[in-house]
C-alpha cells in the first residue's frame, strides 16, 4: 500500500514566522512531488512541484526534496493569516507506474497575528 | 495558465435523479481527468482516472454503473451520477493533467447535496 504521511496539525506559527511542514512516502520509486493549498469549502490548488533532490524556492516559498530519505517539506516564510490553510502533500508515480497522485491527509496550519 | 473549470458550482437535487458535472480545462489539452471526491474535513479521495477517448479507471470501491465518465475530448469529461442518494452528497472535484506525471490542475469543484 502505497502512503503519503503527514501531520495533520493544527500547526500554530505567528504572523511572520517561517512555517514548516512535512511529509513522507513511502514508494521509493516516486519521481514527482507536489504541495497543493486548500482553504476550508475551496477545491487544491497548487503551490509548487519538485522532482530533484535538494531546494526549490518560489518567493516566500521552498519545497525540500530528500528522496533518499522519503522526505519532502514545504518551507514557508513571512508567514500571514492569509497562508492559513490546508496543505496537501502528493506524490506521483515512478515511470512507467499507474498515473495518479498519492496525497497525504493534509496539515492545517493556522497562523495568528 | 492552466486554468480548469467546473460546472455546476452547486447542485440540489432529489433523491434518485441524475446529475451531470461537467470538467473543462480551458487553456490546455488534458489527456487525462481524475475526479475526487471529499467528504467535511476529510481528505481527498480519488474515484476514477479518465483518458480522453478511452474507458475510465475507476478505484477500488467505486461502482462504475453509478458514477458514470466520459472523457470525449481533450477539454471535456463528465461525471454523471446516477440515480442520485443522499449519502452520494458531498464535493466532488475534478482536476486536469497534460501528460503522464505532470501536475494536476483542479476544478473549482462542484458541491452535490441530494435530498
Known sequence: ?113 | GAVVSQHPSRVICKSGTSVKIECRSLDFQATTMFWYRQFPKKSLMLMATSNEGSKATYEQGVEKDKFLINHASLTLSTLTVTSAHPEDSSFYICSAQSGVGETQYFGPGTRLLVL
Not at chain 1, 504521511?5 to 514548516?20: D, F, K, R, T
Not at chain 1, 498515473?99 to 497525504?104: A, D, E, R, S
Open chain 1, 1 to 113: 500500500q502505497k502512503e503519503v504521511e503527514q501531520n495533520s496539525g493544527p500547526l500554530s506559527v505567528p504572523e511572520g514566522a517561517i512555517a514548516s511542514l512535512n511529509c513522507t512516502y513511502s514508494d521509493r520509486g516516486s519521481q514527482s512531488f507536489f504541495w497543493y493549498r486548500q482553504y476550508s469549502g475551496k477545491s487544491p490548488e497548487l503551490i509548487m512541484f519538485i522532482y530533484s533532490n535538494g531546494d526549490k524556492e518560489d518567493g516566500r516559498f521552498t519545497a525540500q526534496l530528500n528522496k533518499a530519505s522519503q522526505y519532502v517539506s514545504l518551507l514557508i516564510r513571512d508567514s500571514q493569516p492569509s497562508d492559513s490553510a490546508t496543505y496537501l502533500c502528493a506524490v506521483g508515480p515512478q515511470r512507467g507506474g499507474y498515473n495518479k497522485l498519492i496525497f497525504g491527509a493534509g496539515t492545517r496550519l493556522a497562523v495568528h497575528p
